[in-house]
C-alpha cells in the first residue's frame, strides 16, 4: 500500500508521546513493504528520509508558527486557535502534495497546526481515511481539557467555540481509532464520532537488552523516580506535597529522582522544600527514560489531568520498573496489580501508597518482575496488525 500518515510534528521534533507512536507505526509498515510517506509541519518546507519513511514538511501558515514554541499573547493565542479550527490557508500547499503521494490511505493523527479541514480535502479527492485520537484537541482548543487546576468536566467558552468550528469536519473520517476507551468514550460523548472506530493502543518496544534486576540496599531505602514535565497538570506539584506530608520515619526510606523540563523558578522552590524536611532528591533534567528506569524502584505517575494513554508506564514496566500511578484518564486502563499500584490524586492517597512502597520493598521487587511480562501486550507487531486491519477493512469499504 501507499500509505500518508499526517501529524503535527514528526521525528527529528518531539513534544510528547504522540511523535514516538507515529514514528514506531510508520517505521513498521515500512518494514512490511509499504510506501509510507508523512506529512508533518516544521519552521521551513524540506523533504527528508528517516528509517524508510518519507518525510515531508511544511511550513505551518497562521498568524505564528508553533513548531518554534515561543511564548505568546493570549489574544494572539485565541486568534490562532480560532484560525487552526478552518484553516483554509494551508489547502492549496496541502492538496499538490497529496496529489503527487497519491496514497491507497490516509492516516491523519494529531493535526493542531495542520486543521481539521485536511479532513475535507482527503475526501474531496475520494481517498480513504482514518483518524487515530492521541490527544483532546478535536474538543478543546488547548488538547488538554484541564483548567484551573482540575480536569473539565464540560467544555469552557472558548472551547466551544472552537469545537463548533471543527464539528464540521467530524462527518469526514472513514474510521476512528483511539489509544484509549477513556478516550474514546469522550469523544463520543461529544458527538465526535458518526462512523465506526475502535481503540488501539500504543506501541512500546521491548528493551534491547535485558536489564539488570535491582537490589534494594539492606537498609530498604527505595529510590521513587518521577519523569515528565514539571508541571501542575502532570501532579508534580500534586506529588511534591504529598511527600511533605510523609511521616519522618518514611521519609528516611525513599529517594526521589525527578527527570523532565520544568520552570527554574519551580524547580527551585520544590527543591527548598524537600530539603526542609530532609527528603534526599535530585533534579536530572532531560534524561534517557531506560538510564532512568536503571536509577529507581519505582515510577511514580501523579496526573491530574486524563491522561489519554500514559506511555511511560508500559515502558517503565518493560523496564522492569513497577509503577505507582493516579486513575486519571486511560491510566485506569493500564493498571495491573501485579505489577503497579493505583490511587485517586487526592490529598492523603499518594502519600499512603509510598508509605505502604517504602514498607515493603521486597513486594516492589516482586512487582518490578511481572512487568516485563505484562508490557509485552503492548508490542510494536500488535499494534502494526491491528492498524493494518483497520486500514485493509475500511480500503475494502465501498
Given at each position: 500500500?501507499?500509505?500518508?500518515?499526517?501529524?503535527?510534528?514528526?521525528?527529528?521534533?518531539?513534544?510528547?508521546?504522540?511523535?514516538?507512536?507515529?514514528?514506531?507505526?510508520?517505521?513498521?509498515?515500512?518494514?512490511?513493504?509499504?510506501?509510507?510517506?508523512?506529512?508533518?509541519?516544521?519552521?521551513?518546507?524540506?523533504?527528508?528520509?528517516?528509517?524508510?519513511?518519507?518525510?515531508?514538511?511544511?511550513?505551518?501558515?497562521?498568524?505564528?508558527?508553533?513548531?518554534?514554541?515561543?511564548?505568546?499573547?493570549?489574544?494572539?493565542?485565541?486568534v490562532w486557535h480560532v484560525v487552526d479550527s478552518f484553516?483554509?490557508?494551508?489547502?492549496?500547499?496541502?492538496?499538490?502534495?497529496?496529489?503527487?503521494?497519491?496514497?491507497?490511505?490516509?492516516?491523519?493523527?494529531?493535526?493542531?497546526?495542520?486543521?481539521?479541514?485536511?479532513?475535507?480535502?482527503?475526501?474531496?479527492?475520494?481517498?480513504?481515511?482514518?483518524?487515530?485520537i492521541r490527544d483532546y484537541y478535536l474538543l478543546c482548543?488547548?488538547?488538554?481539557?484541564?483548567?484551573?487546576?482540575?480536569?473539565?468536566?464540560?467544555?469552557?467558552?472558548?472551547?466551544?467555540?472552537?469545537?463548533?468550528?471543527?464539528?464540521?469536519?467530524?462527518?469526514?473520517?472513514?474510521?476512528?481509532?483511539?489509544?484509549?476507551?477513556?478516550?474514546?468514550?469522550?469523544?463520543?460523548?461529544?458527538?465526535?464520532?458518526?462512523?465506526?472506530?475502535?481503540?488501539?493502543?500504543?506501541?512500546?518496544?521491548?528493551?534491547?537488552?535485558?536489564?539488570?534486576?535491582?537490589?534494594?540496599?539492606?537498609?530498604?531505602?527505595?529510590?521513587?523516580?518521577?519523569?515528565?514535565?514539571?508541571?501542575?497538570?502532570?501532579?508534580?506539584?500534586?506529588?511534591?506535597?504529598?511527600?511533605?506530608?510523609?511521616?519522618?520515619?518514611?521519609?528516611?526510606?525513599?529517594?526521589?529522582?525527578?527527570?523532565?523540563?520544568?520552570?527554574?523558578?519551580?524547580?527551585?522552590?520544590?527543591?527548598?522544600?524537600?530539603?526542609?524536611?530532609?527528603?534526599?532528591?535530585?533534579?536530572?533534567?532531560?534524561?534517557?527514560?531506560?538510564?532512568?528506569?536503571?536509577?529507581?524502584?519505582?515510577?511514580?505517575?501523579?496526573?491530574?489531568?486524563?491522561?489519554?494513554?500514559?506511555?511511560?508506564?508500559?515502558?517503565?514496566?518493560?523496564?522492569?520498573?513497577?509503577?505507582?500511578?493516579?486513575?486519571?484518564?486511560?491510566?485506569?486502563?493500564?493498571?495491573?496489580?501485579?505489577?503497579?499500584?493505583?490511587?485517586?490524586?487526592?490529598?492523603?492517597?499518594?502519600?499512603?501508597?509510598?508509605?505502604?512502597?517504602?514498607?515493603?520493598?521486597?513486594?516492589?521487587?516482586?512487582?518490578?518482575?511481572?512487568?516485563?511480562?505484562?508490557?509485552?501486550?503492548?508490542?510494536?507487531?500488535?499494534?502494526?496488525?491491528?492498524?493494518?486491519?483497520?486500514?485493509?477493512?475500511?480500503?475494502?469499504?465501498?
Amino acid at each position: 500500500m501507499r500509505i500518508l500518515i499526517i501529524n503535527t510534528f514528526y521525528y527529528p521534533k518531539f513534544v510528547g508521546g504522540a511523535e514516538i507512536s507515529v514514528q514506531y507505526l510508520a517505521e513498521a509498515l515500512v518494514a512490511e513493504r509499504h510506501k509510507v510517506f508523512v506529512i508533518c509541519i516544521g519552521d521551513h518546507q524540506r523533504i527528508y528520509r528517516h528509517n524508510g519513511v518519507l518525510i515531508i514538511q511544511f511550513k505551518q501558515k497562521n498568524i505564528y508558527n508553533t513548531f518554534t514554541n515561543k511564548k505568546r499573547s493570549a489574544l494572539a493565542k485565541i486568534v490562532w486557535h480560532v484560525v487552526d479550527s478552518f484553516n483554509l490557508i494551508h489547502f492549496y500547499t496541502l492538496s499538490k502534495i497529496i496529489d503527487r503521494i497519491n496514497p491507497d490511505i490516509t492516516n491523519t493523527n494529531n493535526i493542531q497546526g495542520i486543521s481539521p479541514i485536511i479532513w475535507k480535502l482527503i475526501k474531496n479527492k475520494r481517498l480513504k481515511l482514518v483518524h487515530t485520537i492521541r490527544d483532546y484537541y478535536l474538543l478543546c482548543h488547548k488538547s488538554i481539557l484541564f483548567q484551573n487546576g482540575h480536569p473539565c468536566d464540560k467544555l469552557c467558552i472558548d472551547c466551544k467555540i472552537t469545537h463548533s468550528l471543527k464539528k464540521t469536519f467530524f462527518k469526514y473520517p472513514d474510521h476512528f481509532i483511539a489509544i484509549s476507551d477513556f478516550v474514546l468514550n469522550k469523544h463520543k460523548q461529544y458527538g465526535v464520532i458518526k462512523t465506526e472506530a475502535n481503540v488501539i493502543y500504543n506501541a512500546v518496544p521491548t528493551p534491547t537488552s535485558q536489564y539488570p534486576k535491582r537490589q534494594i540496599t539492606t537498609a530498604g531505602k527505595v529510590t521513587l523516580g518521577y519523569m515528565g514535565r514539571l508541571s501542575f497538570d502532570k501532579g508534580f506539584d500534586f506529588l511534591v506535597d504529598e511527600l511533605i506530608a510523609l511521616k519522618s520515619s518514611v521519609r528516611q526510606k525513599i529517594e526521589v529522582l525527578f527527570a523532565g523540563k520544568g520552570e527554574d523558578e519551580k524547580i527551585q522552590e520544590s527543591s527548598a522544600k524537600l530539603h526542609s524536611i530532609n527528603i534526599k532528591h535530585s533534579f536530572l533534567g532531560v534524561v534517557k527514560a531506560n538510564d532512568f528506569f536503571s536509577k529507581i524502584d519505582v515510577l511514580i505517575i501523579p496526573s491530574l489531568w486524563f491522561e489519554p494513554f500514559g506511555r511511560v508506564v508500559i515502558e517503565a514496566l518493560a523496564c522492569g520498573v513497577p509503577v505507582c500511578m493516579s486513575d486519571r484518564g486511560g491510566l485506569m486502563e493500564l493498571y495491573n496489580s501485579n505489577c503497579s499500584w493505583l490511587f485517586a490524586p487526592t490529598n492523603g492517597e499518594l502519600t499512603n501508597k509510598i508509605t505502604e512502597i517504602s514498607d515493603a520493598p521486597v513486594l516492589v521487587l516482586q512487582k518490578g518482575g511481572m512487568g516485563p511480562q505484562y508490557a509485552a501486550k503492548f508490542s510494536i507487531s500488535k499494534n502494526l496488525a491491528e492498524t493494518s486491519d483497520v486500514f485493509y477493512k475500511v480500503l475494502l469499504t465501498d
